[in-house]
């Protein structure tokens, strides 16, 4: 059985020299019953003494190289020894409190776009970082961030200046008094329509999983979608259609319109009644959250609950911090990382969405 933590190499007596990493471990190798793995290029440019005799000895010298180790099954394995830190954020308007969907977050060269729901989640090797946050439709944010916690950034709506207007003695020119008239009203009829929780739009109608991933609507109608809060920032969507059109259409597992798309896995045929739960895809899952209830000793509690909708067999699962253990299990790093994050019930689909952007690497 080799001894793999306090063996020494028969050596001739010499002034010390370095070597890489990778002619040491070669010569361990050669001369005693011992096995490695790792990067080639990570153990040729790290240099160390030609006089280490032991595991222990080189352990001290790995750190230098921003190298570490580990034996799994008697293999001394070594992998490049990042520290990385979760950067987690959540981005709004700043009039509205609504959250903002492709949201350009810029760290160095790396670029990542906010999901519907308005979160990033980017992975650096510094406890602080600087982004870029912009939106066509808002300002730019330069911002030093903290990965310690996680961050609610509002963006500013951007003031577009209108055209200049031709004034005729001391009155407007008269169409365009009209028009100016006209198109005030309807800027505010429609931000009264989403203050209100209700907006009007051209919506694309859903009946599965495979016709929404394909892109394939059953129909398509214009119509008010109607926000409602359900308590705990959970907001559930419905659509006003009437009886005889909610008949015509049938069953409805989602539907999308400019900012997004909405699903009920339960797919009820369509009224004004059903409910609908903002959604996005996460690699083989769909996410989204909706109101769930617990009773204890008589109460009941409300609570809200992340739900994972399998592509591939259509089943629903609770997103829990077990599940994600599950599914990201494969991936080490990440699960030693949240394994060791604060507040990990908050970020289970942040980690979900980074575990699949590191697969696609």
């Excluded at 005693?32 to 001290?60: A, T, W």
């Excluded at 099954?73 to 308007?93: A, C, P, R, T």
């Excluded at 790396?110 to 870029?132: C, K, M, P, Q, R």
């Excluded at 051209?202 to 394909?214: K, M, S």
Aim: charged share 25%; net charge neutral.
């Amino acid at each position: 059985m080799p001894l793999l933590w306090s063996f020494a190499l028969a050596q001739e007596s010499s002034a010390q020299e370095n070597v890489s990493l990778k002619e040491l471990l070669n010569e361990w190798q050669r001369n005693n019953d011992f096995e490695y793995s790792g990067r080639d290029d990570l153990l040729s440019q790290c240099m160390v003494p030609d006089s280490v005799h032991s595991i222990d000895e080189l352990s001290k010298h790995l750190s230098s190289c921003k190298l570490a180790y580990e034996l799994r099954n008697g293999v001394f394995i070594i992998f490049k020894n990042e520290k990385l830190y979760s950067l987690v954020g959540y981005v709004k308007d700043a009039e509205t409190g609504m959250p903002i969907p492709n949201v350009t977050v810029k760290l160095g060269d790396i670029g990542i776009t906010t999901s519907n729901d308005g979160y990033f989640f980017l992975i650096t090797n510094d406890t602080f970082a600087t982004v870029e946050v912009s939106h066509v439709s808002y300002n730019a944010q330069h911002l030093k961030l903290n990965t310690s916690i996680d961050h609610h950034i509002e963006l500013v709506p951007r003031i577009i200046t209108l055209a200049e207007v031709v004034i005729v003695g001391n009155s407007i020119n008269s169409s365009e008094k009209s028009n100016n008239t006209s198109e005030k009203s309807n800027n505010t009829s429609e931000k009264s329509n989403v203050l209100n929780g209700r907006r009007i739009s051209q919506l694309r109608l859903f009946r599965n999983i495979n016709d929404l991933l394909n892109n394939r609507p059953s129909d398509e109608i214009s119509t008010f979608v109607n926000e409602r809060k359900q308590g705990l920032d959970i907001t559930y969507y419905r659509l006003e259609v009437s009886k005889k059109r909610g008949r015509e259409i049938g069953r409805v597992f989602a539907f999308s319109d400019e900012t997004g798309f909405y699903i009920n896995p339960l797919k009820p045929k369509l009224h004004k009644r059903t409910n609908f739960f903002e959604a996005d895809t996460i690699g083989d899952f769909i996410h989204f959250i909706e109101m769930a209830s617990v009773t204890t000793l008589g109460n009941t509690y409300p609570y809200p609950e992340k739900k994972l909708l399998d592509i591939r067999s259509g089943k629903v699962k609770s997103l829990t911090r077990s599940l994600l253990r599950e599914l990201i299990a494969d991936d080490q790093q990440l699960l030693e990382m949240f394994n060791n994050e604060k507040g990990k019930s908050a970020k289970l689909a942040s980690y979900l969405r980074e575990y699949y952007f590191r697969k696609k690497m």
